[in-house]
């Protein structure tokens, strides 16, 4: 591992990394900060300039600044203007903003930003120790067991997507499967479902489909509710004092250690994101805070703010685990850095740790400087960057709109791919209305090929699908799968009292 | 019929059409000598199609939950008139005739005209902001992805350029 760190180390250690990092970070908190605007589009945003980077470990790099420097802004305009710029810092806003209106903004930022300090560099710590372990189990896996893998991801991020919501998620999750085997498969060589179009002879570009399905749809719905945008305040309102005081900092420690461990397991399943760690994490330290202190609890608690600031921060890291050592995206964030490393000829596996270990550890290297960024930055120039709230909406949609179209056109420069990402965008437009979940499409979108392959490599070796039942970690999984799917159908019917629409947005 | 059935018919339909051809269309166009494999082109999709059509009769099926109430953010599509349609599908036109643009009229062209008709569409009329803007952008951009990422963009229109 030590030899590993030291590679990682040389890898971040160079002038275009530290900018990788810098700038990713800063782009993140930008973005992450307008209200509406969620980590997976600002990522679906940056691919094809991380793409055109060339360098794996850069793009990598670069990305992964970007989604924890978003889920830190989401949390600047939660604290500021109770305007959650992503899901995953809506707890945020529950103390954070009770806190910076009784005049005490800069003491929530500076407790925000130390959370989610330690919770990035806690789950940073951890994801250290228990990727290589599980890559090392991952290693024995065969072409079976993947493709049970991969029924067990693609269940479990239906199945989170909430109650009575698993029937439209995993009805989702097939048609990005379907999507999927459009186009010429790299197995059979033979152009499916492609109805004679040529454009479609190569399939649908993921970039298009990463934009279609978050990008597009975020903005309309910017145009459609102009309430959504509207900031509120300008937010520069007195940010004076950041200090917290030694009892406040005695306070939050037991809440930020144990919630930065909490929320980085959360992460690593698959499903579970950064919303439902800090969520988790905000409900968990109230129900064990003491009597006075749970009265606090929603007017301005540090606790409360500092649990779901740690839990958001230490499960963007924990996501990473199953990303890179399976492979296998637990959420839509993370398969969206999937496709980029697809895009970028790197295949996440077991592998990775071994065959380009200065990816696996540059991105690992590159968390720690990442946080500590994001502390540096957050500390003293949010006052200024939170004027970055006040940008006029008339501007800022037709420029979302408009880096759309020139990811989508860059990434494959070809005109009709813009028509396709705007019926698309539509559709999943259409779809957001009537509650289905879009996330689980994209990740059945990404994972389908590698899902088609274990499961063609695995019937050739067998001759059959008796690979099924007569490997028994296979058989093993894809209960596991049915049990995923079928256990919150069950309970739904016994408790009917679950907030709706927690599960998207990270 | 809610809109949440709506499109899970459409998706029972999809899933005809895709299962018919994974069916029967696929399977028929198949090479003899590729029949004796025990995994066929077709064979995946017959399964998602399966699945597509089991799910969509479940979702099709399932009785509405009444405790459900839109959350505050959400958009209720029942009263979409009331929301800012025009200008959403005037912006998605925009996009398709930047799509239709590019290529002849070049990118500079095309993008200034549309981040200019954009936010006019959204209200904007403060020209003197809005024209420098869009013109920094559409230089800015272009410098960046032609010069920087080296991915060509024809910048100007077809009369002004030789050959790309």
Redesign the interface.
């Known amino acids: 591992m030590l030899e590993g760190l030291l590679q990682g180390l040389a890898t971040v250690f160079s002038i275009k990394m530290i900018l990788m990092v810098v700038g990713g970070c800063l782009i993140g908190t930008f973005i992450g900060m307008l209200p509406g605007l969620g980590p997976m589009s600002i990522i679906a945003i940056m691919i094809p ?1 991380a793409i ?1 980077l060339g360098d794996p470990s850069a793009a990598l790099i670069l990305l992964a600044g970007v989604y924890y420097g978003a889920i830190f802004g989401g949390s600047t305009s939660s604290i500021l203007i109770n305007a959650p710029g992503v899901a995953s810092t809506v707890a945020s806003s529950f103390d954070g903003f009770p806190l910076a209106r009784s005049g005490k903004a800069g003491k929530a930022l500076t407790v925000a930003a130390i959370s989610s300090f330690v919770g990035g560099t806690f789950g940073a710590l951890l994801l250290m120790v228990f990727a290589p372990m599980l890559a090392s189990v991952a290693l024995l896996f065969h072409s079976a067991e993947y493709f049970g893998m991969m029924v067990v991801g693609l269940s479990a991020i239906a199945a989170f997507a909430g109650t ?1 919501q698993v ?2 998620a ?2 989702m999750t ?2 990005g ?2 999507l999927a ?1 459009v186009g010429e ?1 790299a ?2 060589n ?1 152009p ?2 492609t109805a004679g179009i040529m454009d479609l002879q190569s399939g649908l570009g993921f970039i298009t489909l990463a934009m279609a399905m978050f990008a597009l749809p975020e ?3 910017l ?4 309430t ?1 945008s509207n900031t509120g305040g300008s937010g520069d309102d007195a940010i004076k004092n950041l200090r917290i005081s030694r009892q406040e900092a005695k306070q939050i420690t037991p809440v930020v250690t144990r919630q930065s461990i909490q929320g980085f397991f959360i992460g690593v399943l698959p499903g579970a994101g950064a919303t439902i760690a800090s969520f988790l994490g905000y409900a968990v330290e109230r129900n064990i805070a003491s009597k006075e202190e749970q009265e606090q609890f929603g007017k301005g608690s540090v606790k409360g703010l500092a649990a779901p600031e740690s839990a958001n921060n230490a499960a963007c890291t924990g996501s990473f685990v199953p990303l890179l050592t399976l492979g296998i995206p637990g959420s839509g964030t993370t398969a969206i850095l999937l496709g980029a490393l697809i895009a970028l000829n790197v295949t996440p596996g077991p592998r990775l740790m071994i065959d380009q270990p200065e990816i696996f550890w540059g991105v690992i290297i590159s968390m720690y400087l990442g946080n500590l960024i994001l502390l540096i930055l957050n500390l003293p120039l949010i006052p200024y960057i939170a004027k970055i709230l006040t940008v ?4 800022l ?3 979302i ?2 880096f759309t ?2 990811g989508v ?2 990434g494959q ?1 070809n ?2 791919e ?2 396709i ?2 019926i698309l ?2 559709i999943a437009t ?2 957001r ?4 979940p879009l996330a689980p499409l994209l990740i059945g979108f990404i994972l389908g090929p590698m899902l ?1 392959d274990n ?2 490599r695995s ?2 070796l067998y ?2 699908i008796e690979f099924i039942w007569q490997r028994p970690m296979t058989l093993g999984l894809l209960v596991l799968a049915f049990v995923l799917v079928f256990l919150p159908t069950y309970r739904a019917r016994r408790a ?2 679950r907030a ?2 927690i599960a998207d947005g990270d | 019929m809610t809109l949440n059935r709506w499109i899970a018919l459409s998706f029972l339909i999809i899933c005809l059409i895709y299962g018919y051809t994974a069916y029967f269309v696929m399977d028929a166009a198949l090479p003899p000598f590729m029949k004796r494999s025990p995994i066929w082109p077709s064979s995946f999709p017959k399964v998602l199609s399966a699945l597509g059509i089991i799910l969509a009769t479940i979702v099709l099926f399932t009785p509405r939950s009444k405790d459900k109430e839109p959350s505050a953010g959400d958009i209720n599509y029942r009263k979409l008139g009331e929301y800012n349609l025009g200008q959403a599908l005037g912006l998605l036109g925009l996009m398709v005739l930047y799509a239709f643009s590019l290529r002849p009229i070049g990118f500079l062209i095309s993008t200034f005209v549309f981040l200019v008709l954009s936010s006019y569409l959204l209200g904007e009329r403060k020209w003197h902001f809005m024209i420098p803007i869009a013109v920094l952008t559409a230089v800015v951009v272009w410098y960046l992805v032609q010069q920087v990422l080296g991915i060509y963009l024809r910048p100007l229109p077809w009369f002004l350029t030789s050959g790309g």
Request: proline share 5%; glycine share 8%.
């Open positions: 300039i055109s009575g029937a439209k995993l009805m097939v048609t499967l379907m085997t498969a197995l059979f033979a499916r479902f903005a309309l719905y145009v459609l509710d102009p959504r006029p909406r008339n501007y949609i037709p420029f709109l408009f179209l020139m056109y860059i420069n005109a009709t813009l028509i990402l705007v965008g539509i259409i779809l209305f009537a509650d289905y088609e499961f063609a019937v050739q001759g059959g009917r009292i709706q629409g």
